[in-house]
């Protein structure tokens, strides 16, 4: 692998449920199913990154709280790859008011974790979905 582009992504969850975006058709891997969050931008904190993320992204202030797993997965989903990686760290948030639109999501899901495997997610964010699937909390950390 080359490049490594670093990402963190969000868990909301409400009660035994747990949103789930699908990434726009003008989004790259459009129609794929994801956490809401963004890229880490230089010189800025992966909590910070992904409080900001959420602000811009769903118009919401969070907290984060503690990280659920944090792993590296080639861009492609392909278990080898020549091109970039994505450094993915998924973490446990809340929010005041749980977010209803997205500018980069044609839709959000709140999704039972028992019915998690049913959407087509994005590569990246299959370790947090098997942590969630088997009954992952806040707190849980890998």
Not at 1 to 25: H, K, W, Y
Not at 49 to 75: F, I, K
Not at 107 to 130: I, K, N, T
Request: proline share 6%.
């Amino acid at each position: 692998m080359n490049d490594t582009i670093t990402v963190v992504g969000a868990i909301f969850s409400r009660g035994e449920q747990i949103l789930a975006c699908r990434r726009a058709p003008h989004k790259a891997a459009a129609g794929k199913w994801e956490f809401p969050g963004g890229k880490v931008e230089e010189d800025e904190t992966p909590t910070a990154a992904l409080a900001r993320e959420l602000r811009e992204e769903l118009s919401v202030e969070v907290t984060v709280g503690d990280l659920l797993v944090r792993e590296t997965t080639p861009a492609s989903g392909a278990a080898h790859s020549d091109g970039p990686a994505i450094d993915l760290a998924c973490y446990w948030v809340s929010a005041a008011e749980m977010p209803a639109a997205s500018a980069d999501h044609d839709a959000l899901v709140w999704v039972r974790r028992e019915e998690l495997d049913s959407l087509d997610w994005a590569a990246p964010d299959l370790p947090a979905v098997a942590l969630l699937r088997g009954g992952a909390s806040a707190g849980a950390r890998r």
